[in-house]
């Protein structure tokens, strides 16, 4: 099976959780078999994995979420990286040209395009396996995968087909209704439209050049700024006359907000927290080191992070967007794919940090121009390099880095450092990388 995983979104709905680097399908709310937590992602992932442990599966993301995805999947995934944001059409379009190109995948191959964040069981992967050869056998163009509604959304845009058979061709698609319209479309057959396709590589390859002027991947990669933003709906769907859509049956959830994310925790709780005997339909994350205590709250959910503490109704977290937007903070909390960095304090001229790196993992041998920082090694072992000069480190050591001077760290073990930064100027932007061999 060949899939390609759409991966966007900016993070607000899910506020402090999720920032412009950390998207909701990188937050670790869900347990595994063995305890552990797991994201949206890994749990997609897994999910794949365990259906089809060859599938060749890769990641349309923007460059903001690389780190997090080398971070949680390891660097074996595929990833098709979007220089900047062009919506849904440009994205797929430079999946495929990836997938032709530097995968090596035959225009004759299916490739099934979803969500990279569905809440959903094992048979939602054996659906998409028969999606893949529905569209490799069949005349239509495009294959969707049409949901079979619970109750009449109004979140969704629908599918109405031309039959109830397990796979019809497409009647027409009707966009986002009113709660009473969208009554109406069910009792017509309709179908929710999650925003999953199958389709033969060549098909969307040839539609691409037929809307885009590029040669090969690399072409468009080095073009794609120029691309208009358009959904591969308004582009492809609505112009194609073969379409078809298999039903899908089977538990499908987006959590979108922290309403349905709360519906699908395991727990009542991530992370310390304490109810007393009143509570009831209370839900927490917690990310910070301090106990949350929650008493006599109904239908509340809180949520605690360096970016900032929420605490709403289940119902009116739905419509947390537009505050979000007043924010202007920091991001507080990130993960790179070297580990993961948290911020613990900022002043008018410092800020400390605390960074986490994995074993056999470094940072980019970068410098700064206006600050200097000092490293406070807490646990494990590794090694710095400050001007081309190596020197092991051990819990206690302190490393001095004036403005100006090239540096790295790398983690033999688990290493725990406390960065903290000194000057009148400290940005994010002060920053040049440089090449460095070990």
Same mark, same amino acid.
């Given at each position: 099976?060949n899939i390609?995983?759409?991966s966007g979104?900016?993070g607000?709905r899910?506020?402090?959780?999720?920032?412009?680097?950390?998207?909701?399908?990188f937050?670790?709310i869900?347990?595994?078999?063995?305890?552990?937590?797991?994201?949206?992602?890994?749990?997609?992932?897994?999910?794949?994995?365990?259906?089809?442990?060859?599938?060749t599966?890769?990641?349309a993301?923007s460059k903001?979420?690389?780190?997090a995805?080398h971070?949680?999947l390891g660097?074996d995934?595929g990833i098709?990286?979007e220089p900047?944001?062009?919506d849904t059409f440009?994205?797929?379009?430079l999946?495929a040209a990836?997938l032709?190109?530097v995968?090596?995948i035959?225009e004759?191959?299916p490739?099934?395009?979803c969500?990279?964040?569905?809440?959903?069981?094992i048979?939602?992967?054996?659906a998409?396996?028969d999606?893949?050869?529905q569209?490799?056998?069949s005349?239509?163009?495009?294959?969707l995968m049409?949901?079979?509604p619970?109750?009449?959304s109004?979140?969704y845009?629908?599918?109405?087909?031309?039959?109830?058979?397990?796979v019809?061709t497409?009647?027409?698609?009707k966009?986002?209704?009113?709660?009473?319209?969208?009554?109406?479309y069910?009792?017509?057959?309709a179908?929710?439209n999650?925003?999953v396709?199958a389709?033969r590589?060549?098909?969307?390859?040839?539609?691409?050049?037929?809307?885009?002027?590029f040669?090969?991947?690399?072409d468009?990669?080095?073009? *794609?700024e120029?691309?208009?933003?358009i959904?591969? /709906?308004y582009? +492809?769907?609505?112009? !194609?006359?073969?379409?078809e859509v298999? =039903?899908f049956?089977?538990?499908?959830?987006d959590?979108?907000?922290?309403?349905?994310?709360?519906?699908?925790?395991?727990?009542?709780n991530?992370?310390e927290?304490l109810?007393?005997e009143?509570?009831?339909?209370v839900h927490?994350?917690?990310?910070l080191?301090?106990?949350?205590?929650?008493m006599?709250?109904?239908?509340i959910v809180v949520?605690?992070s360096?970016d900032?503490?929420?605490?709403?109704d289940k119902?009116?977290s739905? *419509?947390i967007k537009p505050?979000?937007?007043?924010? /202007?903070h920091? +991001?507080?909390?990130? !993960?790179?794919s070297?580990?993961s960095? =948290?911020?613990l304090d900022?002043q008018p001229?410092s800020m400390?940090i605390?960074?986490t790196?994995?074993p056999g993992?470094?940072m980019?041998y970068?410098?700064?121009?206006?600050?200097?920082e000092v490293?406070t090694i807490?646990?494990?072992?590794?090694?710095?390099?400050?001007?081309g000069?190596?020197?092991?480190?051990?819990?206690g050591d302190?490393v001095?880095m004036e403005?100006?001077?090239?540096?790295?760290i790398?983690a033999?073990?688990?290493?725990t450092v406390?960065e903290?930064?000194l000057?009148?100027?400290?940005?994010?932007?002060d920053?040049?990388?440089?090449?460095?061999e070990?």
């Open positions: 099976m390609v995983l759409l979104g900016s607000q899910l506020w402090p959780l999720s920032n412009d680097i950390r998207s909701k399908q937050i670790k869900f347990h595994t078999a063995d305890g552990e937590l797991e994201s949206m992602v890994q749990r997609v992932y897994r999910q794949i994995r365990t259906i089809d442990k060859d599938a599966v890769t990641i993301t903001s979420q690389v780190s995805i971070n949680q660097e995934v098709s990286v900047c944001r062009r440009p994205a797929i379009a999946a990836y032709k190109d995968k090596g035959s004759d191959e490739v099934v395009v969500p990279v964040d569905p809440y959903v069981e048979d939602y992967f054996d998409l396996k999606l893949g050869a569209a490799a056998s005349n239509a163009n495009l294959v049409g949901i079979e619970t109750y009449p109004e979140k845009g629908y599918i109405i087909p031309d039959t109830p058979a397990p019809s497409v009647s027409m698609f966009e986002k209704p009113t709660k009473e319209i969208a009554e109406q069910i009792s017509q057959g179908l929710w999650g925003g396709f389709f590589l060549g098909y969307v390859l040839d539609r691409a050049h037929a809307l885009i002027d040669e090969n991947y690399e468009l990669f080095n073009k *794609y120029t691309l208009d933003k959904s591969f /709906d582009a +492809v769907v609505e112009h !194609e006359d073969r379409i298999m =039903r049956s089977g538990m499908w959830k959590l979108g907000t922290w309403n349905t994310l709360t519906e699908a925790m395991d727990s009542h991530v992370g927290a109810f007393n009143t509570c009831r339909n927490v994350v917690n990310e080191n301090l106990p949350v205590l929650c006599g709250l109904k239908d949520s605690a360096p900032g503490i929420l605490v709403s119902e009116q739905s *419509y505050f979000v937007n007043t924010l /202007d920091r +991001v507080m909390f990130a !993960e790179k070297w580990g960095f =948290r911020v900022v001229e400390t605390k960074v790196l994995h993992h470094r980019n970068h410098s700064h121009m206006y600050r200097d490293w807490v646990s494990g072992t590794g090694r710095t390099v400050v001007d000069m190596e020197q092991p480190v051990h819990p302190v001095t403005a100006g001077c090239r540096h790295t790398i033999d073990t688990e290493l406390i903290v930064q000057g009148k100027e400290i940005s994010v932007h920053k040049q990388k440089f090449e460095w070990e």
